[in-house]
Every structure is written in C-alpha cells, then in structure tokens.
C-alpha cells in the first residue's frame, strides 16, 4: 500500500485527476469522514488500485489514520477540512484507528476487482478470436502456425496462465502481446470461453 498523504481539497483532486491522467481509470475513490470522533464509515469495502480519504469535518478537532497492525508509525495528524489518502495494492483486511484518539477505530476491506465485460464488448472479442487468433491458431482453433486452442489441449494451463500470454505475447514465437488493445478484463474472458468450448460451439 502507498503511504498515507496529507492533502488540502484542491491537491487531492488533482492527485485524483492525475491517476486518472496515468491510465488508472477504473480506480475509485472512497470517502469517509472524521465526525463527532468517529469514522464515517467505519467499515469500507474497497478494490485493489482504489484510494481512500479520510476527511476531516469536526468543528476544531485533530485526527490521525494510523494502520498499527501493520507496524507503521501514526500518520500525520489532520486538521478541519483536511484530508489523508490512501492508496491500496493488494487484498487483504486493514484495521486502523486514530492516533489521539484510539476509541476512534475503522476497518478497509479490500478485494481484488471482479473482471467483467458487457455483452457488446463480449461480441466484439469472440469476433476478434476468430478472426485474428483464427487467422494463425486455424479457424476452428485446431491449430496452424499457433498451436490448437482447443479445451482439451489448453486443460493444463489455467485462466491466468492464459491472460498472461494474450496480454504479454510470448517472446520468441510468432504469438504478439495483446495489452495495447485488450484489458485484463477482456483477456478474463476470452481465456474462460476457450478452455470452455464456447466459442468453439459457436463456430
């Protein structure tokens, strides 16, 4: 996880914009406010890559976000109308509270991001397959220059294995990378239909 940063509004939009700016489009970011010494609220449900902020609206109180379990020293004390964010990286659950104030506790949750794809989207990819990844791994996916893509001959590697080479390619074969024009969440998927059979079914 990325350190707690104390920001006035005006800087953590624009901290905000900037992720948004490097690619990080689909990240969130999660609110929760300081108030009548409390976490408002106390328990959020987040995303791997999302970013929170602790807000201060007390009247004249200071707060601290201070993650102890994790072995840190306390975060930088806030005053009203400032705000300490966070970005989180890895799954997990994370037990806070505030330093000056240790009656004050919240708890972050965060889950690795479900990969989906609309229904349009879903069309668009099992044309794609079939036409560019036919044109080498054969119309019906058993084989060509690639190797067969049948379910029977990919059983062995699982849906990581596979978004792995569609994203990164696979280096010293004819197999490009795919990253520049497909996500993780389209790779998700056109890995799930072929080790299923789907879009073979379908051909």
């Not at 009548?36 to 328990?43: A, G, S, W």
């Not at 080498?136 to 990581?160: D, Q, R, T, W």
């Amino acid at each position: 996880m990325r350190s707690v940063k104390k920001t006035g509004k005006g800087l953590a939009i624009v901290l905000f914009a900037n992720l948004l700016l490097a690619g990080v489009s689909s990240a969130e970011l999660v609110e929760v406010k300081t108030h009548q010494m409390r976490f408002i609220p106390e328990v959020v449900t987040v995303n791997i890559g999302d970013t929170v902020r602790w807000l201060n609206v007390e009247k004249r109180q200071y707060h601290s976000v201070w993650f102890e379990g994790l072995g840190e020293p306390e975060g930088e004390y806030f005053w009203p109308e400032e705000s300490v964010e966070r970005l989180f990286d890895r799954a997990g659950v994370f037990d806070y509270r505030c330093g000056p104030h240790p009656q004050m506790r919240g708890k972050v949750i965060v889950k690795k991001a479900e990969l989906k794809v609309s229904e349009e989207r879903a069309l668009e990819l099992d044309y794609l397959v079939k036409q560019d990844c036919g044109s080498c791994h054969g119309m019906l996916f058993k084989g060509g220059l690639g190797p067969a893509l049948l379910p029977e001959n990919i059983k062995a590697y699982s849906v990581e294995d596979l978004m792995a080479v569609i994203l990164h390619g696979r280096p010293g074969t004819p197999m490009p990378p795919w990253k520049a024009i497909l996500s993780e969440a389209d790779a998700n998927w056109i890995a799930k239909a072929l080790k299923s059979g789907e879009m073979i079914d379908a051909n």
